[in-house]
């Protein structure tokens, strides 16, 4: 269906300008809908990303600790005067 100044065409001549209204509006919503749809794959998509990104954060951080804790505890026992506790509240600073 052509647009032609605002208004749509059929091959048997012009639509009145309430078909054409009608036809304009028609258009309208199914463009407003698949913006909606588009925002909401988005949202989901930028959501799954988001928890991604806090899983890999945790898990970086968890693995940083234990290899203080690990590292504290091989100097704790190589110098066996010195307590675990101490040691890792040592390697802190």
């Keep these: 269906m052509p647009m032609i100044n605002g208004r749509f ?3 048997f001549g012009p639509y009145s300008p309430y078909v054409s209204l009608q036809i304009h509006r028609m258009h309208l919503a199914e463009i407003r809908q698949q ?3 588009d925002a909401s794959i988005l949202g989901g998509t930028l959501a799954s990303a988001s928890q991604n990104l806090a899983q ?7 693995q940083a600790a234990l290899k203080r ?3 504290a505890a091989s ?4 110098s066996s005067g010195v307590n675990f506790v101490s040691e890792l ?3 802190e600073n």
Excluded at 57 to 62: D, F, H, P, T
Excluded at 75 to 78: L, P
Aim: glycine share 8%; charged share 15%.
């Design 69 to 71: 804790i690990n590292a």
């Design 89 to 91: 509240r040592g390697s």
């Design 75 to 78: 100097r704790a026992q190589k």
């Design 56 to 62: 890999g954060l945790a898990i970086l951080a968890a």
């Design 9 to 11: 065409y059929s091959a």
């Design 35 to 37: 913006a909606e749809s």
